[in-house]
């Protein structure tokens, strides 16, 4: 039962409690920095990884010292990095997170090798082999719209592999590409700027009404600190957050996809594996980056108690 995460790559470095940048040639001490693997394939790997899930991740990076230290991460979290292709006129992409005292992310980003990924990177029969496919920024890993790429998950679904989604940006033109992928989805994971920019609809409710209608069974919208709400065509059902002290968000859209993945993996339904994803988000919430204080499903369950 193995998972592929295919899709974006980042290496986060965060420092944290930042409340400006100082002037001149100024040096804030701070608590803490950290570097970790992130995007919405990256994360949701180590993530997926940590909930004990078999985990192999799919996308591209550079052949510089970004990608030798996000492949030593993901190596060490135990994902298997066999997918990762490594470019040399493109550089890892990364992003610098300096967050704010309440937990405010603000970041800056370098998309690098993400842009560059095909359907070329993904070996043959990988997909087809894996129980889920978790396309993790279809929006900005955009050389993946292509038949060549829809072909192979369309022969993946015929054997019975799930295609679950999620995106990464929040630009309107890259999202319009994204909606590509929608008939090939059968759990799709936006969040509610994403969902109304896909739909043109600001309540979550009837854009995900909108976006069930485009092909996923599922579409699970997640509202930041207000939690979530999953559509289906039995109707929506509203899940609260866990309330937990929260010190950075970062990541917690994508320790969510990877709690919901792990219920599905574990035959749970799709409310139950949201639930999952809820709590696997309020786990990372409670420290800095996107794998902070995940340690296993027990832990994470322990929180729905
Ligand atoms: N303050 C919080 N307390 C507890 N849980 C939270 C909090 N903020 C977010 N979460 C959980 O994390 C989930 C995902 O958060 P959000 O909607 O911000 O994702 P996102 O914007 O996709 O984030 P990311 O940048 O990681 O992709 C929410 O549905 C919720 O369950
Ligand atoms: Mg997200």
């Known amino acids: 039962m193995t998972v592929v995460t295919l899709g974006a790559h980042i290496l986060d470095v965060l420092a944290r409690p930042v409340e400006g940048i100082p002037d001149g040639q100024g040096t804030v001490v701070v608590d803490e920095i950290r570097a970790t693997a992130a995007g919405a394939a990256a994360g949701t790997a180590v993530a997926l990884a940590r909930l004990g899930n078999d985990v192999v991740s799919v996308g591209a990076i550079g052949d510089d010292d970004l990608g030798d230290l996000l492949v030593a991460v993901m190596t060490r979290n135990g994902v298997d990095v066999r997918g990762l292709v490594r470019r040399t006129a493109d550089q890892t992409s990364a992003s610098i997170l300096p967050i704010r005292p309440d937990g405010g992310r603000p970041s800056f980003h370098v998309p690098g090798a993400n842009l560059t990924l095909t359907a070329g990177a993904v070996g043959p029969g990988l997909l087809a082999a894996a129980s889920v496919v978790h396309l993790g920024g279809p929006d900005v890993t955009f050389g993946l719209n292509d038949p060549a790429f829809f072909e192979m998950l369309a022969h993946a679904r015929e054997t019975g592999t799930v295609v679950t989604m999620d995106l990464l940006s929040s630009m309107p033109d890259l999202l319009d590409g994204a909606a590509a992928f929608l008939p090939h989805v059968d759990h799709f994971l936006p969040n509610e700027?994403?969902?109304?920019?896909?739909?043109?609809?600001?309540?979550?409710?009837?854009?995900?009404?909108?976006?069930?209608?485009?092909?996923?069974a599922t579409v699970v919208v997640t509202l930041g600190s207000e939690g979530s709400l999953v559509a289906t065509?039995?109707?929506?059902?509203?899940?609260?957050?866990?309330?937990?002290?929260?010190?950075?968000?970062?990541?917690?859209g994508d320790a969510y996809?990877?709690?919901?993945?792990?219920?599905?993996?574990?035959?749970?339904?799709?409310?139950?594996?949201?639930?999952?994803?809820?709590?696997?988000?309020?786990?990372?919430?409670?420290?800095?980056?996107?794998?902070?204080?995940?340690?296993?499903?027990?832990?994470?369950?322990?929180?729905?108690?």
């Open 193 to 216: 700027e994403q969902a109304a920019a896909m739909t043109g609809e600001s309540d979550p409710e009837k854009a995900a009404a909108a976006l069930l209608g485009r092909g996923p």
């Open 233 to 252: 065509a039995k109707g929506v059902q509203r899940l609260p957050v866990v309330p937990v002290e929260v010190v950075d968000t970062t990541g917690c």
């Open 257 to 305: 996809c990877a709690g919901f993945i792990t219920g599905l993996v574990q035959e749970r339904d799709v409310l139950e594996s949201a639930r999952w994803g809820t709590a696997a988000a309020a786990t990372v919430a409670q420290g800095l980056g996107s794998d902070a204080c995940l340690t296993d499903l027990d832990g994470v369950l322990g929180l729905l108690k």
